[in-house]
């Protein structure tokens, strides 16, 4: 079951999937019944969520401690920003999305003209292989398939800047004179993360010293670097890839609606599936732009709310089953297991890489929130980010505590590893080695195993 925050700090059920984040819609809507069942999906409202479109200052929890801890460490995980359809539905014009940059045009930013010519500054950075032949922010009069688009760029200038809002000016997390040891940067090789990444320094670390920034190459978006080789993550994967084809061909009115969509388009309905039009027709949807129409007729927003409206049963569907689940701890271990050494580190004393952004995608996002035991957030949405503190107790320097927020919400006790923390401590935070010790023991328990080669290399029973 996924969640929608109501206040700043209490959860109550309803409409699955889409990202948390304090919305004011969401406010306004009436408290149900926690013991009915959960209101109708609204496909509409949570595709708005998704989209992220900025509008209004965003209420956050970031950097909320007592006053006697200190911030030590921050790493963030991000989904690049809003960007073009991947696929293209055949037989019809694409949507007409302008790539350029133009800071008098809606959705804008007070810093997107600088971003724009620092940008253009950027031959002194360290790239990581093929990341050097990559653009620095998107310039196409016409999007190419794949590619940020100004609402993309805008919102990370603006996720950069609430997070340097709260974590430089507030918590002096770097000094002026930061060093490029105390930054670590990662993105995959798509132009989209690595211009999300640039987007969001710009404004974390205004007019940033190009020769300072190293930023290194991902090819795998799970970010599993070296330990990659784990034949059970795929095997739960496959079966995930079953509980979703399953789901599809009971779903009677979505056949339908697929029928009429290819009739529409004039193709056979099964190339009108493989198309995967739900991500065609959201781009539409976020920016304002009719549906296509031929002359045998128009895609219209009824077909849309019904693939949606699929998309978020799936979802909800996915976290029950647990098949994916399974695959999500198997999928981000790596990662999870880097970022617990370096924080280990960092709360041993070292000085380097306190600040840590992955630019990634949302099949990054959403096995780390399945892993972390994040049931009751939403998939994903455009620009959406995880971020991990790492705090020390002022009153015992040795002790230290993190905290995980999503979009802003503070989830650090929904995790499977801390829920029940929380009960028994005045501090609103979570020991840091109950969550190294989820990363390097019991991620594994549910396999019956005690390491990660071994959980890999296992046999499902």
Known sequence: MMYVLYLSVHLIPVNPVREDGLNPKSRKRIMPDLLTE???????YEAHVYCNIPTIAERSMEGHAPHYFKLVSVQVLIRHGDRY????????????????????????????EAFIKHMSKGSAAQMDGSLSSLPHFPSHSLCEMGELTQTGVVQHLRNGQLLREIYINKHKLLPGDWTAKQLYLETTGKSRTLQSAL???????????WKKISMRHQWSTIFCSGSC???????????EQRRQYSLRVKNNDLEKIYVDMARIVGIPTRQLRASNPIDSLLCYFCHNVSFPCTKAGCISMEHFKVIKRHQLKDERERQEKKLYFLYALLATHPLLNQTVN????IAE??????????????VTLSPVLSALGIT??????????LVFELWQ????????????????????????????????????MCPLEKFVNFVKRDMFLIFNSTSYYDACHRRAL
């Open 85 to 112: 359809p991947l696929y293209a539905i055949p037989k019809t014009k694409r949507p007409d999305i302008d790539c350029m940059l133009v800071p008098s045009r809606k959705p804008s930013h007070p810093q997107l």
């Open 342 to 345: 370096r924080l280990q580190r």
């Open 38 to 44: 959960p209101p109708a999906i609204d496909p509409v």
């Open 393 to 428: 107790d002022g009153k015992r320097p040795k002790e230290h505590f993190i905290r995980i927020l999503y979009n802003g919400a503070d989830v650090t006790f929904q995790t499977s590893f801390c829920k029940d923390h929380y009960k028994r401590s005045s501090k609103p």
């Open 229 to 239: 080789d784990c034949p059970m993550r795929n095997h739960y994967l496959e079966e």
């Open 199 to 209: 987007a969001l320094l710009y404004t974390f670390l205004p007019d940033f010293d």
């Open 376 to 385: 009751e957030a939403r998939f994903p949405r455009f620009a959406a980010r």
């Open 349 to 362: 004393g070292k000085k380097e890489e306190v600040f840590v952004l992955y630019s990634a995608h949302d």
